[in-house]
């Protein structure tokens, strides 16, 4: 990590244009995309001292990349963290974040409603590698807390969830975790590294799905886990030797994508706010989630601990998987796809994709009906996006 000193002392729209960026010889304008796998050596010395750690220099891209050192620095910054290791995909960083601390033997508490890929991490990988894994209701500070009187390596959050779009009490969940000897690793995606800042709420790990809004133009796969020094330096060796590291062009387009994300996230939010409301007033639908909305079950957690309610927006058509589908079928500009986060407006039915895998139980206590539809609100005009879900509506009947 190369941050000057001058950088962190940049406000953070300055930060997310400039933060980070290291011109090579030729002095170029933009950050340069290192495309090479290896690095060379003046003398078989310099190879010896590099590999020995003597002297810090980039040696092999699976290590480490100039253009991903950009990346990796300009999110630090962002996130106000030490260090940080970008990834090939969030589920990368996720698992990596997991797998390099915890042991045979040992213990991960986590809240149950999980991105899918991440359920599957704690649920099916980690126990057969003798690892007990605990899902609670991460809303309720008594199951964390009986859950948490053994010692645990590490507690595993996400919140707002995916996509019940549950809120999750930071400063006192760290702080039961705390107690008992674990680690806090919070999944960060939804909230963007703009609208919360899990580090300084008590976390230990934040981790990034790249793809979403970081990217959030729909172009590449990506992650990022960010920490202290220490805990980079536990994870290092583990990156070093499994390879789960970022192309150096991904890295470059996720460095684009940072200059421009506080100004997207912002309309994001906005449009999705308006979203919220006008689905609010719609007879069709049962049910309208938005951390923003005061009828939000914790909408007033969500105001303490986030700067922005996202840029997602569920809805329930009364339970039903046809008229789910009828909606989602009609719709003539928001496309049906399992992304979030981009320019383009998205509409995903987790029930029979994101969450297929979990059982019809496991769906009705995450609020993940047949009726569940989670769409992520894009930049088009709102008014072209009210016009499209209105016409939808009237189609599902
Ligand atoms: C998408 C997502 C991930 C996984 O990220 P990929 O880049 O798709 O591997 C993890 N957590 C959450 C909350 C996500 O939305």
Redesign the pocket.
């Known amino acids: 990590m190369t941050i000057e000193e001058k950088e962190t002392g940049w406000r953070r729209q300055t930060q997310l244009v400039r933060g980070g960026t290291r011109r090579s010889q030729w002095q170029e304008t933009d950050e340069a995309i290192f495309m090479t796998s290896g690095f060379v050596y003046d003398r078989a010395e310099d190879a010896e001292a590099a590999f020995k750690n003597e002297i810090d220099r980039f040696i092999y891209s699976r290590y480490g990349n100039p253009t991903v050192e950009m990346f990796q620095d300009r999110l630090c910054l962002i996130e106000g963290a030490e260090a940080c290791r970008a990834t090939a995909?969030?589920?990368?960083?996720?698992f990596a974040s997991l797998a390099c601390q915890v042991k045979a033997g040992q213990r991960v508490v986590a809240s149950r409603a999980?991105?899918g890929?991440?359920a599957y991490i704690l649920t099916d990988i980690l126990p057969g590698y003798g690892i007990e894994t605990v899902l609670v209701d991460g809303t309720d500070l008594n199951q964390w807390r009986d859950a948490l009187r053994k010692p645990t390596a590490a507690v595993f959050l996400?919140t707002p969830?995916?996509p019940g779009l549950e809120i999750i009490d930071l400063p006192a969940v760290c702080a039961l975790a705390h107690e008992s000897g674990a680690q806090v690793i919070v999944?960060n995606?939804?909230a963007t590294p703009l609208l919360q800042h899990p580090l300084e709420l008590g976390a230990d790990i934040v981790?990034?799905?790249?793809?979403?809004h970081i990217d959030g133009q729909g172009r590449c796969?990506?992650?990022a886990i960010l920490g202290s020094q220490a805990f980079i330096d536990i994870l290092s060796p583990f990156y070093r030797h499994t390879g789960p590291s970022l192309s150096p062009f991904n890295a470059w387009i996720f460095l684009k994508g940072l200059e421009t994300m506080e100004i997207r996230v912002r309309e994001h939010c906005a449009n999705a706010a308006k979203i919220a409301d006008f689905l609010t007033g719609q007879s069709a639908i049962s049910r309208v989630l938005y951390p923003g909305l005061t009828s939000h079950p914790q909408h007033e957690l969500a105001k303490k601990q986030m700067s922005g309610f996202g840029t997602v927006v569920c809805l329930d058509l009364g339970g039903s998987k046809e008229r789910a589908f009828r909606f989602m079928n009609a719709l003539q500009l928001v496309d049906i796809s399992n992304?979030?986060?981009d320019t383009k407006s998205l509409a995903t039915h987790p029930a029979t994709t994101t969450h297929q895998r979990l059982s019809a139980e496991a769906r009705a206590e995450l609020g993940i009906t047949d009726g569940f539809v989670r769409l992520s609100i894009g930049l088009e005009d709102v008014e072209d996006l009210k016009d499209d879900i209105a016409q939808s509506l009237t189609k599902a009947g």
């Open positions: 995909s969030g589920m990368a960083a996720v999980l991105f890929s991440c996400e969830s995916n999944d995606v939804f981790v990034y799905s790249a793809t979403k796969m990506g992650g992304n979030l986060g």
